[in-house]
């Protein structure tokens, strides 16, 4: 893409947003996208940003909430400046292949490809991430990265690589939309942008997304931070908590105490449940096995995993996951 081509340029002229919902997204995603276009358009009293709201069909999109959003069918629009994909869940489902051919003529047409949350996985199914950098939920990232190798996929709140952007989810949307408007309109607009929403989050892409708890004790116990973000990337071979200890210095005394005084737990306790909350989102999220989804997340053996499991959320995971899937 050349410089003057892209949508991150100071302009004058109106940005054309195509809002492309695919059922199971969250509000929350969608008005991250909208709400700050809405609130530039009302600080610079003139519309320098207009959006259409588009479905995969001519049927609406019910969204999490229960919600439903009317728009255009994807497949009657010819061109945009900027089409943003917003998608939640069940993914695969939604990755129909006439979707997926759509998004493929639309490339010569449009400036700029946007993913918001699981609409990465829409964009990379339909080719267009391939040799890309792009970013996913942080939930996501490693089986977003086994899935398509041919991306290079990074932990950053949101990504531009060339004509392509991608956010991890609702909230680094919004920092995406600011930068948006930093880039084109000054960054007075985007500030006071940001000061409509009581919004203030990162300016930059490239922060990693981090779970709240972490972001907190990042300022408040950095040590006991590294050890976390130390378990959630280690939870498939789940070491002892030894080692955790000693990797930044500390006896495993020491860490026990310092879990207990900021979280109320022992680390041994935290690690069980990070690892199980990740096994309950597999079940949910995925299409997994048991079998495959107890050794992800570091059990010795699926019995061992299917009583943690059971005891943790009062049923198996193949009943949980009927329950979400009829």
């Given amino acids: 893409m050349k410089p003057e081509d892209s949508i991150f340029s100071a302009a004058t002229e109106r940005l054309s947003v195509g809002l492309l919902l695919l059922p199971d997204s969250n509000l929350l995603s969608l008005a991250a996208c909208v709400d700050p276009l ?9 519309k320098l940003f207009e959006w259409t709201f588009l479905t995969p069909t001519d049927v609406p999109v019910a969204l999490t909430s229960g919600i439903e959003i009317s728009g255009q069918p994807i497949s009657a629009k010819d061109s945009f400046d ?13 990755a129909e292949r006439p979707l997926l051919r759509v998004l493929r003529d639309l490339v010569p047409r449009v400036r700029a490809f946007g993913g918001v949350d699981g609409g990465s996985w829409i964009l990379a199914r339909a080719g ?7 970013t996913t939920h942080w ?3 490693e089986e977003f990265a086994d899935v398509f190798p041919d991306i290079h996929v990074v932990r950053d709140r949101f990504t531009i690589s060339g004509p392509f952007i991608t956010t991890g989810g609702a909230a680094p949307a919004i920092d995406l939309m600011l ?3 930093r880039t084109r309109h000054g960054q007075q607009l985007a500030e006071g942008v940001a000061s409509a929403l009581l919004y203030q989050g990162s300016a930059t892409g490239s922060e990693p997304q981090v779970p709240v708890l972490t972001t907190r004790l990042k300022r408040e116990a950095p040590r006991l ?4 973000e130390q378990m959630a990337k280690r939870m498939e071979d789940s070491p002892p908590i030894a080692d955790f200890a000693s990797g ?3 006896s495993q005394r020491a860490l026990e105490m310092m879990f207990q005084r900021q979280i109320g737990l022992s680390p041994g306790a935290y690690f069980r449940n990070l690892r199980l909350e990740e096994a309950r989102r597999l079940v949910l999220d995925t299409g997994l096995s048991a079998q495959v989804i107890s050794l992800r997340t570091g ?3 699926q019995a061992t995993f299917a009583r943690a499991f059971r005891r943790a959320y009062g049923m198996s995971a193949r009943d949980l996951r009927r329950l979400h899937r009829p």
């Fill in 82 to 94: 900027l089409l943003i994909v917003v998608a939640g869940f069940n993914l695969m489902a939604h």
């Fill in 38 to 46: 809405r609130a530039a358009n009302r600080r610079a009293d003139k």
């Fill in 225 to 228: 931070a590294e050890v976390m």
């Fill in 139 to 141: 939930e996501d990232l």
């Fill in 299 to 301: 059990f010795s053996s």
């Fill in 248 to 250: 930044i210095g500390l």
């Fill in 179 to 181: 930068h948006l408007i």
């Fill in 128 to 134: 267009l991430l391939n040799g890309q950098t792009a």
